[in-house]
T-cell receptor, first 119, second 114 residues
Framework: NAGVMQNPRHLVRRRGQEARLRCSPMKGHSHVYWYRQLPEEGLKFMVYLQKENIIDESGMPKERFSAEFPKEGPSILRIQQVVRGDSAAYFC?????????????????FGSGTQLSVL | SQELEQSPQSLIVQEGKNLTINCTSSKTLYGLYWYKQKYGEGLIFLMMLQKGGEEKSHEKITAKLDEKKQQSSLHITASQPSHAGIYLCGAINAGGTSYGKLTFGQGTILTVHP
């Protein structure tokens, strides 16, 4: 049973280019969360998606960042016109349920992350 | 907003020693995850705690959520080099619509010398 799969593991972009990060949740999981880990900072929530819906994007920067989780295929975190400050590790997590998690002792599983470096 | 403080920030121990990492919240914890992260890698799920006084163990790692539910501790018995890494606690946001939206502590860097 494959875990949460993220690709690429490492992504290098020049300033102004676009970055696309992909996340395939665990089998049977329909809830996806994106987190960002900036150097010298902790892990910060960015966005929560279900299939075809953005549920909570309170942690997303207002500009240049977008996320989707289509009916078919992986979730995509897209960063347009990248800047050096976007350099970070981006992690995706998935779960089978959401609000039912506390009652069912659900676990939240993370992928190995994508390390984005902006030159 | 909820804040989590982990202590110590870093810890160096000799193999075989016991150690404890603490995670203190500014608000009541509705649920808490412990993860381990190797440098440059993803987060490995260790344990999830929900109820005050709850204690869970996995191999040589034990985690507990105190009765007042504002602090959790992670205890490693007879540490080994394989325990080295960054330990992160993540709290479920109170009143949130999703338990997957976590607030994380800064992490504790553990080094175990053979």
């Amino acid at each position: 049973n494959a875990g949460v799969m993220q690709n690429p593991r490492h992504l290098v972009r020049r300033r102004g280019q676009e970055a696309r990060l992909r996340c395939s949740p665990m089998k049977g999981h329909s809830h996806v969360y994106w987190y960002r880990q900036l150097p010298e900072e902790g892990l910060k929530f960015m966005v929560y998606l279900q299939k075809e819906n953005i549920i909570d994007e309170s942690g997303m920067p207002k500009e240049r960042f977008s996320a989707e989780f289509p009916k078919e295929g992986p979730s995509i975190l897209r960063i347009q016109q990248v800047v050096r400050g976007d350099s970070a590790a981006y992690f995706c997590a998935s779960s089978r349920t959401s609000t039912g998690g506390l009652a069912t002792n659900e676990k939240l599983f993370f992928g190995s992350g994508t390390q984005l470096s902006v030159l | 907003s909820q804040e989590l403080e982990q202590s110590p920030q870093s810890l160096i121990v000799q193999e075989g020693k016991n150690l404890t990492i603490n995670c203190t919240s500014s608000k009541t914890l509705y649920g808490l995850y412990w993860y381990k992260q190797k440098y440059g890698e993803g987060l490995i799920f260790l344990m999830m705690l929900q109820k005050g006084g709850e204690e869970k163990s996995h191999e040589k790692i034990t985690a507990k959520l105190d009765e007042k539910k504002q602090q959790s501790s992670l205890h490693i018995t007879a540490s080994q080099p394989s325990h080295a890494g960054i330990y992160l606690c993540g709290a479920i946001n109170a009143g949130g619509t999703s338990y997957g939206k976590l607030t994380f502590g800064q992490g504790t860097i553990l080094t175990v010398h053979p």
